[in-house]
């Protein structure tokens, strides 16, 4: 069983920066991949970006160049990094940990709120 707790959400104006942090209940080195999801209201849950324990990352077409995900092993958190966001991407953003392909864990979300 792996907790993870996002902090860091809030509110913001467009064009500005917020840092999310996800912080495991056990070490993140051992976890495969994790990453961010985030669900706008009204709308899916949407998949922003992933890091594996190697540091390899990859992001949604819709987030490139602006978010950077990135991990701390020492402190069991993973981060995100948002910059120039804009009022469409007000959502809870969850947090999310793979140990396996059969086992996801979830944070509980964090709000951000985008004002235009």
């Known amino acids: 069983q792996v907790q993870l707790v996002e902090s860091g959400g809030g509110l913001v104006q467009a064009g500005g920066s917020l840092r999310l942090s996800c912080a495991a209940s056990?070490?993140?080195?051992?976890?495969?991949?994790m990453g961010w999801y985030r669900q706008a209201p009204g709308k899916q849950r949407e998949w922003v970006a992933v890091?594996?324990?190697?540091?390899?990352?990859n992001y949604a077409d819709s987030v490139k160049g602006r978010f950077t995900i990135s991990r701390d092993n020492a402190k069991n958190t993973v981060y995100l990094q948002m910059n120039s966001l804009k009022s469409d991407e007000t959502a809870v953003y969850y947090c999310?940990?793979?140990?396996?392909?059969?086992?996801?864990?979830w944070g509980q979300g964090t709000q951000v709120t985008v004002s235009s």
């Open positions: 999310y940990a793979d140990l396996s392909v059969s086992r996801r864990y």
């Open positions: 056990t070490t993140i080195s051992s976890i495969n991949t």
């Open positions: 890091i594996t324990t190697g540091g390899t990352t």
